[in-house]
């Protein structure tokens, strides 16, 4: 039997995107990357863990801020290429800005303007971690 992590098309860093959508409303919630530690461990723990390109390691969401993202559902896409999890987002902030989503900011009129309001303090939210 084929390992399942095995059916994903990693890319040169042994990395998959990850899109985080709100399980109720649909919304994009965050796009991070994941290894295959990281997609094992969703699974079995069904929380949403990443990869940190950045810090070179697991990266717990929520693990900082409390704003856990717990799985519902986990979806691969034709190309095997991208992976969705369809997930509670515990305190309705998912974005390090503090607030509910990554994508707040639309293009009107030849520029980005934000449109969501900050729901938390990002110093308030990370003060403990750092």
């Excluded at 409390?66 to 515990?90: P, S, W």
């Excluded at 309705?92 to 639309?106: D, K, L, M, N, P």
């Amino acid at each position: 039997m084929k390992d399942w992590l095995d059916e994903i098309k990693w890319d040169s860093d042994g990395l998959v995107p990850a899109i985080a959508q709100d399980h109720k409303s649909g919304r994009v919630l965050m796009m991070a990357w994941m290894n295959r530690e990281a997609l094992a461990l969703t699974a079995a723990e069904n929380r949403a863990i990443y990869w940190s390109r950045s810090r070179g390691k697991l990266w717990r969401k929520g693990e900082e801020s409390g704003h856990v993202q717990k799985l519902h559902e986990m979806r691969l896409d034709c190309d095997a290429d991208v992976i969705i999890l369809m997930v509670e987002q515990l305190g309705q902030i998912a974005c390090h800005t503090g607030r509910e989503s990554c994508f707040y900011r639309v293009f009107e009129n030849g520029q980005w303007v934000s449109v969501d309001p900050v729901l938390k303090d990002p110093d308030a939210i990370y003060r403990a971690g750092h």
